[in-house]
Structures are given as structure tokens and as C-alpha cells.
């Protein structure tokens, strides 16, 4: 299972919302790419990145920071946020070569454009999945979609997805565990590879993720607030002898 570290940015700082909402903000690090190379040091392969900023307007803010955390730490990058044209689409994939990019929003609301990308860039695009009371939440999670969860990831297997970010937003940020049981269900389909976000508060939280078949946990806050370090997440015999 591959543990996402996460950084979620706003006015070009590292935050973290309160279960989606702006106006619950911390700022946990004035300077992102600080916070990236730290989570390289600490042996993460892969970043989670949220560019907060297009998620609610649409607009991206941030790509060229984005750009630079992988060209300056090496690691593997998926990043969403507001990506809602082939156009941002192509800016991330092709121009700044990022190795995965969230449809969100643009996933419910323009099937379209979702199938011409997942046509396009297949196993380069992951569907984020974002639940409140069971149903998908859209605009930066501010608005409800009517959707029902599990018939929209069916529908998204069915246009090609492969990697589902599934997001429990009653969860997020709180610290209480994650949704065990939802994301057992959506593994259980057999559908995608599953990858939970959502409620990580400690170590024993992402070992009842791995248990549930998930493919990857998002980890967020509890990295910041030191309820999960992150070089005790990996395998003794896995972590660089430099380090």
C-alpha cells in the first residue's frame, strides 16, 4: 500500500482544512517545497498535492510550485484541484510532466471531458471521490452532486478508471479514523485501485486502510501534528541506510 504524504495549498502555504471548509483553516508551513523535501527525506516515493485555490474557483494557482516540488525532490506527484479543461489538463501532464492528476468536480459534472481524458491518459488520471452522508460532494466539497457514491464509481470504472481517491470529508482533518467500512465496500467491488483519505489520526489508522485492500492512504494532519511519523511507516529493510 503506498502512503500519500499530503500538502494542500492555499495563498501559496501549506494548510489544512477542517472537513473541506475555508473558513477553518491552519497554516502548518509558510514554505511548501520545505515540507516537500522533508517528506523525501522521511522516504515517501509519492506526494498528494491540493491546490485548494482552483478546487473552489476553478482558476489553478499553484501548478508551477507543484512543478517544482518534483523537479527539485524527485518524488512522484498527483495533484488535483480545479482541473476542469483538456487545457490545465495538458499543462500538468504534458508541460510540467506530472505523474498523476485528480479529476474531481469535472468528474461529475463533465462526462465528456472525463472520458476524452481518461482515453487520452488512462492510468495518468484518478477520480476523486468525495462523500458526505454517502453522496458525492463537488465545488471544492461545497456543493452536493445528488450522486450516490457507490453507483458514481461504478459509472467511472465504466468509463476507464483505474485509480479512485475516495474521500470521506466528514472525516477529514478530525483525526478519528477513517471510514474502514465504506472503503472495504468500494475495494470489495473489484472495480479500481482505491486509495482512502480521510480520518488518518495515527499509525494503527493506516494499518486498518492496508487491511482493508486499499491500494494507498492520503495522510495529512496526523503528519503534521505528530500523531504519525513518517519514517515509521515503511518497512526497516525498505528505508534508505542513508536516511
Known amino acids: 500500500?503506498?502512503?500519500?504524504?499530503?500538502?494542500?495549498?492555499?495563498?501559496?502555504?501549506?494548510?489544512?482544512?477542517?472537513?473541506?471548509?475555508?473558513?477553518?483553516v491552519t497554516v502548518y508551513h509558510e514554505h511548501p517545497l520545505e515540507m516537500a523535501r522533508s517528506f523525501c527525506a522521511a522516504g515517501a516515493d509519492w506526494l498528494h498535492v491540493v491546490d485548494l485555490e482552483a478546487a473552489?474557483?476553478?482558476?489553478?494557482?499553484?501548478?508551477?510550485?507543484?512543478?517544482?516540488?518534483?523537479?527539485?525532490?524527485?518524488?512522484?506527484?498527483?495533484?488535483?484541484?480545479?482541473?476542469r479543461t483538456m487545457d490545465a489538463l495538458s499543462i500538468l501532464l504534458e508541460q510540467h510532466n506530472m505523474d498523476r492528476v485528480v479529476l474531481g468536480t469535472a468528474a461529475v459534472k463533465d462526462r465528456a471531458f472525463t472520458k476524452a481524458a481518461l482515453a487520452r491518459y488512462g492510468p495518468r488520471i484518478a477520480i476523486g471521490i468525495d462523500v458526505l452522508d454517502g453522496h458525492v460532494r463537488v465545488e471544492g466539497w461545497t456543493e452536493d452532486s445528488g450522486l450516490e457514491a457507490v453507483a458514481f464509481v461504478k459509472e467511472m470504472a465504466a468509463l476507464g478508471a483505474r485509480t479512485l481517491i475516495f474521500?470521506?470529508?466528514?472525516?477529514?482533518?478530525?483525526?478519528?479514523?477513517?471510514?474502514?467500512?465504506?472503503?472495504?465496500?468500494?475495494?470489495?467491488?473489484?472495480?479500481?485501485?482505491?486509495?482512502?483519505?480521510g480520518g488518518i489520526g495515527s499509525h494503527a489508522d493506516i494499518d486498518a486502510v492496508r487491511s482493508s485492500g486499499a491500494a494507498g492512504v492520503i495522510v495529512g494532519k496526523a503528519i503534521y501534528?505528530?500523531?504519525?511519523?513518517?519514517?515509521?511507516?515503511?518497512?526497516?529493510?525498505?528505508?534508505?541506510?542513508?536516511?
Do not use: N
Open 1 to 24: 500500500m503506498i502512503i500519500y504524504p499530503a500538502i494542500d495549498l492555499l495563498d501559496g502555504k501549506c494548510v489544512r482544512l477542517s472537513q473541506g471548509q475555508y473558513d477553518k
Open 167 to 197: 474521500t470521506d470529508i466528514s472525516r477529514d482533518g478530525m483525526l478519528r479514523g477513517p471510514a474502514v467500512s465504506q472503503i472495504r465496500q468500494l475495494v470489495s467491488l473489484e472495480l479500481a485501485d482505491i486509495i482512502a483519505s
Open 56 to 83: 473552489r474557483s476553478g482558476i489553478p494557482a499553484h501548478a508551477g510550485l507543484i512543478a517544482r516540488m518534483q523537479r527539485e525532490t524527485g518524488l512522484k506527484i498527483q495533484t488535483g484541484g480545479g482541473v
Open 225 to 243: 501534528e505528530g500523531k504519525v511519523v513518517l519514517e515509521q511507516c515503511w518497512p526497516k529493510e525498505s528505508f534508505p541506510a542513508s536516511m
